[in-house]
């Protein structure tokens, strides 16, 4: 299943829809990268709200998406991880350090709009 | 109760999300609250990626089960993969021979109650988990 990837004026959102397979997440990988490069985009919305399970792979994954990102001066931030998620990533173990998180796709925004607000 | 099982091969990572789809349906099924039901479905992720990326094939076994006093589930991993040498080293955080996180085992340990292990180099690993219902 492929994760649409939405412009919105500078920024990108991926709204990932259901259960993803790891080919999904490597797809989404190559594509974020390519747009941002393409649009020139300042930051990017990862939308994870429809995600059922956060494991290992998934969490790397989301880590290397940011930190490519952000060697092209871009912001990611993740948004929509649901608690019961979030306390089966915290009891495996699993981390997004260095990755911004947000609650929902609007204070999304809001984190990236003041990110970049100061340098326009 | 009679025991509900099913049975995910694992061939791919395809396999992976179908093996947690069950799990989780499987969970849901016997009342386990959402946190849990994710908790299980974390797990049986975790277990079949490495069956995946160790072994290659295997499978994932699920089974309710009933304890003295409340329902729980089983999740068995298997392989015939190259097993485990050390599994005392394997279930230390941050040990992994596959360049993943390794974060596998010891954080499926965390998220189940009830954790089995038996491996043998050459001879495939077996992963029982259970989890109670609170």
Redesign the interface.
């Known amino acids: 299943m492929e994760v649409p990837i939405l412009k919105q004026g500078e920024f990108l959102i991926a709204t990932f829809q259901a259960a993803l397979s790891d080919q999904d997440l490597e797809s989404l990988r190559r594509g974020l990268l390519q747009q941002v490069v393409k649009f020139r985009s300042r930051g990017v919305i990862v939308d994870v709200t429809a995600m059922d399970v956060m494991d290992s792979f998934a969490s790397r994954t989301l880590r290397e998406i940011a930190h490519m990102i952000r060697l092209r001066g871009a912001e990611t931030v993740i948004v929509g991880i649901q608690p019961e998620v979030a306390f089966a990533m915290v009891q495996l173990g699993l981390t997004l350090e260095g990755v911004a998180a947000a609650l929902d796709l609007e204070e999304g925004l809001a984190y990236l709009i003041e990110k970049f607000k100061n340098i326009d | 109760m009679n025991p509900r099982t099913a049975r995910v091969a694992i061939h791919s ?2 396999d ?2 179908v093996a ?2 069950k799990g ?1 349906a499987l969970a849901a099924e016997i009342g386990f609250s ?2 849990d ?3 299980i ?2 797990a049986i ?2 277990l079949a ?1 490495n069956i995946v990326a160790y072994a290659r094939v295997g499978e994932i076994e699920l089974r309710t089960i009933d304890g003295p006093s409340r329902e729980g589930i089983l999740v068995i991993a298997s392989d015939d993969g190259p097993g485990i040498g050390d599994i005392r080293q394997a279930m230390r ?1 941050g040990f992994s021979t596959s360049g ?2 390794g ?2 085992l ?3 340990r ?2 189940m109650d009830e954790f089995e292990i038996a491996s043998q180099p050459g001879k495939g690993t077996r992963v029982a988990v259970k989890k109670w219902r609170q």
């Open positions: 990572d395809q992976i999300v947690r789809q989780r959402a946190v039901a994710t908790l479905a974390t992720s975790e990626r955080d993943s996180l974060l596998g010891p954080g499926v965390r998220l």
